[in-house]
C-alpha cells in the first residue's frame, strides 16, 4: 500500500510537553472495533491503511478482521466481507485493494495484534519522528510482521451490524467545541458566524499531522499579533488539542494525531471526542461543514462582553478571575482540555515563571484524570481524562491552587548554558525558502531570502546586524516541541536582542531538521523535518536523539534541552555543521554545557537598570514593524488565498480515435515520467502526483503514443483532471 502503519489506541501519551505526539489511529472508532471483532482489546496494535492497502501473507493461523470504508478486499482469490472477522489459515494471502468513493483509511486487526516493540509506551508509528511501529516508518515490500500471542479464552465478535457501522460521506457535518479563542478578541463575532456557516473544502495537502482546509480568510478583530508576529492569527506560543482547528495565517488546517503540541496560531474551535474519528476519513475534495455542540458545563462565568455571538455557540472563556496579583482566564479547549492563561498577551517572562509554578502546584495535587501538563509562554494547558474528571471540578480546583501561589520574584530555577554550532543560512535552509517561493507563495514577502525579511521588519542596518544579534543573544527556553521532539521555543533574555517577525501565511510544508528561525519574538529550532512557520537563519545539531544514549541524551530522556536553559550559538561551516551532525547522536560530538541558575529577582533588576536603552530599541523596531505592515497593505500582500484550480492547458476535448489519463486524486504533479510521440503499454506510470504527503502513480488505462501533455511538475490538479492525451494503439 501506499502508506501502511502499525497503529495502537490511544497512542503515545505524557509527552505532549516536549513535542511527541500521540500517533495512534486517526480513525479511532473503525481501529477499535476492528479489534473487538477479532476478540482483542480495544487498543491492541492493528494496521491502518490509507487509499490503498498491501497484500500480505500469513505463515500462520489467526483471526482476522478489516474495518473502514469500503474497499476491494479478497482472500486467497476470493471476496472477503468487511466489518466480520475471517478465520485464516497459514499460507493464505489477504490482497487489501483500493478504498472506494468514501473515506480515506481502512483498519486491519488479526488476533493477538501485531508483536512490535513499544516506544515511549507505545507501539504506534510516527513516520516524521521515525520511530515506533515497525522500523519507525510506513510497510514495504518483504516486511515481516510479527503477531502477538492471543489469549485462548477470547472469543471473536462475527460481525458489526450495518446499523451500527459508521457512515462515510463526501460532505460532513462535525461537531466542535467552541474555543479557544473567539471573538472578541481575535476573531470578529462574524468571522465566528462564517466558520459555522461554510463549506470549507479538504486540501490534497493534508495528511496525519493535520487536514488542510480551503476556505473564506477571516476578517480578523485585530491588525497584528504584536510581539508574536505581523500577522493577526499569531500569538505567543500556546499548546495545541488534538482536533484543533488552527489558523495558520488565513489558511485553517484540523491539527492530526501527528500533529506539533506548541504553536504559536489562534485555534477557534476543537472537533468534539466523538466526533474526532471522522478526521481519518477526510478525503482532498471533501467538504467539511462545523456545527457547535454544547455542553451541560459549559455555562459561562465569563464577562458578558466575552460571550456576545449571534449563535448558540457558547463561550471560548469558562471562567476568569482578577483577584490575584495577575489575572487569569480558563479558556475551553476542545473536551479534555483547560487552557489556563495568565496577564496581557504580551512577552513577558514574569508570566512564564507564573505558569510553571502553576505546572509545580497542579503536579503536586496529583489531580485524578490528569493526562499531560503543557506550558507555552503565558499559559498552561491541562490534558484531562474527560471521563472521570469533570470540567467544572477541575475549575474549582484549579481556582483554589491559584489562592496559593507564591510571588514570582521568589522563583529560581535550574538554567545551563547550552552551546550550539549553527551554520548561518545554510543551504538546507536556503532549499527551504526556495521550495516554498516556486510552489506555495511566489509574491511571500519573506522570500527570497527570510534573512533579508529579518532585517527589514526590525530596522537593522544590514544582514551582518542580524548576524551579531543572533551570536551575541542569550536565548531562554520558554517551552519545548515548538515544533515537535524537544524543539525549544525561545527569547532573547535581553528585550534589546529580540528580533521580533512574523510566521509564514501559509506555513510551509518542508523545512529540514534542525533548522533555526525566528517567528514573533521567539527563536525555534525545529527538532525534525516537517512543516513550519519560523523566519529560517541556519541549522544546527540534533535536538533528539531517538536510539543512543550519549553523555546529554540519557536512558528515558531522548531529548537535549530542558525548560530554562539558556541557548548560545556559535558560528561554523556548512561542511563542519555536517560533519558535527554525523558524529551526534553517537557521542563524538562534544557539545559545552555549563550549569547554573536563573533568578527572576536578579533579572529584573538588570532589566530595570537597561530600561532606558530597552525602550529606545523597541520604539525604532515598532516604526520598522508598522512600516512592513503598510508596505504589505500597499502592496496587496497583507492576505493569502489558496488557488488550486486546474490550469487552461489542462482543460479542452479529447480529439478523436484518442483517449485522456485522468489523476485519480487531488494533489500537485511531481513527476511527469513520459514524453509527447512515446508508445506506452497499460499499467505503465506516466505521471506521479503529491497527495496527502504520499506519491500518488497515474497510468495508463490501455496501450496508446502520448499525442499530448497537460500537466506539469509544479501543477496544481483536481480529481478527474486531465494528465495526458493518448492516441489508442
Known amino acids: 500500500g501506499v502508506m501502511s502503519t502499525i497503529q495502537d489506541y490511544p497512542g503515545r501519551t505524557g509527552y505532549w510537553n516536549i513535542g511527541v505526539p500521540p500517533s495512534g489511529p486517526m480513525d479511532h472508532l473503525a481501529f477499535r472495533l476492528a479489534n473487538r471483532l477479532v476478540g482483542n482489546p480495544e487498543g491492541m496494535a492493528g494496521l491502518e491503511i490509507t487509499l490503498i492497502g498491501p497484500t500480505l501473507k500469513f505463515n500462520t493461523d489467526t483471526v482476522i478482521a478489516v474495518t473502514g470504508p469500503e474497499l476491494a478486499l479478497t482472500l486467497d482469490g476470493a471476496p472477503l466481507a468487511m466489518w466480520q472477522s475471517h478465520a485464516v489459515k497459514a499460507g493464505s494471502t489477504l490482497a487489501i485493494g483500493k478504498l472506494g468513493e468514501l473515506g480515506c ?38 516486511d515481516v510482521l510479527h503477531l502477538g500471542k492471543a489469549d485462548e479464552a477470547i472469543i471473536p465478535v462475527k460481525q458489526i451490524a450495518p446499523a451500527l457501522r459508521p457512515q462515510y460521506s463526501h460532505s460532513w457535518q462535525i461537531g466542535v467545541l467552541y474555543g479557544p479563542h473567539g471573538a472578541p478578541d481575535f476573531f470578529l463575532p462574524e468571522d465566528i458566524e462564517t466558520l459555522f456557516s461554510t463549506d470549507y473544502e479538504v486540501h490534497f495537502n493534508s495528511a496525519r499531522t493535520g487536514v ?50 506548541l504553536g504559536g496560531f489562534v485555534c477557534p474551535a476543537v472537533i468534539a471526542r466523538d466526533e474526532q474519528w471522522k478526521m481519518g476519513q477526510f478525503k ?15 455555562l459561562p462565568v465569563a464577562a458578558p462582553s466575552l460571550s456576545r455571538l449571534a449563535f448558540a455557540a457558547g463561550s471560548p472563556i469558562l471562567a476568569s478571575s482578577t483577584d490575584g496579583s495577575v489575572p487569569v482566564v480558563y479558556r475551553r479547549q476542545g473536551d479534555d482540555n483547560l487552557l489556563v492563561e495568565y496577564g496581557e498577551m504580551q512577552l513577558d517572562i514574569a508570566i512564564r515563571m507564573r505558569v510553571h509554578l502553576l505546572m509545580q502546584a497542579v503536579q503536586a495535587a496529583r489531580l485524578k484524570g490528569l493526562i499531560d501538563l503543557t506550558p507555552g509562554i503565558r499559559s498552561l494547558q491541562i490534558h484531562y481524562d474527560g471521563t472521570t474528571l469533570s470540567r467544572s471540578k477541575l475549575l474549582r480546583q484549579l481556582m483554589e491552587i491559584e489562592k496559593s501561589l507564591p510571588p514570582v520574584s521568589e522563583v529560581k530555577v535550574p538554567s545551563r548554558t547550552v552551546w550550539l554550532p549553527l551554520s548561518w ?46 551570536f551575541s543573544a542569550s536565548y531562554l527556553v520558554l517551552g519545548l516541541g515548538d515544533v515537535y521532539l524537544g524543539a525549544p521555543v525561545a527569547t532573547p533574555l535581553d528585550p534589546r536582542q529580540r528580533l521580533v517577525t512574523t510566521k509564514y501565511n501559509p506555513a510551509r510544508t518542508w523545512t529540514p531538521e534542525n533548522a533555526v528561525g525566528i517567528g514573533g519574538a521567539y527563536m525555534c529550532i525545529y527538532g525534525m523535518e516537517g512543516p513550519g512557520g519560523y523566519q529560517l537563519f541556519g541549522r544546527t545539531i540534533q535536538m533528539w536523539n531517538t536510539w543512543r544514549q550519549t553523555a546529554v541524551f540519557g536512558k528515558d530522556k531522548p531529548w537535549l534541552l530542558d525548560f530554562f536553559d539558556q541557548v548560545r550559538f556559535f558560528p561554523v561551516t556548512h561542511d563542519e555543521l555536517t560533519e558535527a551532525r554525523a ?82 486524486v487531488p494533489g500537485n504533479v511531481w513527476k511527469v515520467l513520459v514524453e509527447p ?35 506539469s511538475p509544479g501543477r496544481a490538479v483536481r480529481a478527474g483532471d486531465v494528465l495526458a492525451v493518448l492516441e489508442a494503439a
Open 212 to 261: 488542510r482546509l480551503i476556505g473564506p480568510a477571516p476578517r480578523w478583530a485585530r491588525q497584528d499579533g504584536g510581539e508574536a508576529g505581523l500577522h493577526p492569527s499569531n500569538l505567543h506560543d500556546n499548546a495545541y488539542a488534538i482536533g484543533a482547528i488552527d489558523f495558520t495565517g488565513d489558511m485553517p488546517i484540523i491539527l492530526g494525531p501527528d500533529g506539533p503540541s
Open 583 to 664: 558524529a551526534f547522536p553517537h557521542g563524538g560530538y562534544p557539545v559545552r554545557i555549563e550549569e547554573g541558575e536563573f533568578s527572576y529577582a536578579a533579572y529584573q533588576a538588570d532589566l530595570s537598570r537597561n530600561a532606558a536603552a530597552i525602550a529606545g530599541f523597541k520604539q525604532g523596531q515598532q516604526s520598522a514593524f508598522e512600516a512592513e505592515r503598510r508596505r504589505w497593505k500597499d502592496q496587496g500582500l497583507d492576505t493569502f488565498s489558496v488557488d488550486d484550480g486546474p490550469g487552461q492547458e489542462m482543460a479542452g476535448d479529447i480529439p478523436d480515435g484518442c483517449f485522456g489519463v485522468e489523476s485519480a
Open 425 to 470: 543560512n545554510d543551504p538546507e535552509a536556503e532549499l527551504a525558502m526556495r521550495k516554498y517561493q516556486e510552489l506555495v507563495r511566489p509574491n511571500a514577502p519573506w522570500c527570497p531570502s527570510n534573512i533579508e525579511f529579518i532585517r527589514r521588519i526590525n530596522g537593522l542596518a544590514d544582514e551582518q546586524a542580524v548576524k551579531d544579534t543572533i
Open 677 to 711: 510521440g512515446a508508445r506506452v503499454k497499460a499499467g505503465e506510470t506516466l505521471a506521479i502526483i503529491e497527495s496527502m504527503k504520499m506519491e500518488i502513480a497515474i497510468s495508463a488505462h490501455a496501450d496508446g503514443r502520448i499525442r499530448e501533455i497537460r500537466a
Open 284 to 298: 482532498p475534495g471533501d467538504r467539511i461543514r462545523f456545527h457547535a455542540v454544547s455542553r451541560d458545563a459549559d
Open 105 to 142: 483509511r481502512a483498519y486491519l486487526a488479526v488476533q493477538g495484534g501485531f508483536d512490535v516493540p513499544d516506544y515511549l509506551g507505545s507501539k504506534s508509528t510516527f513516520t516524521l519522528g521515525q520511530f515506533g511501529g515497525h522500523g519507525g516508518r510506513a510497510l514495504r515490500v518483504g
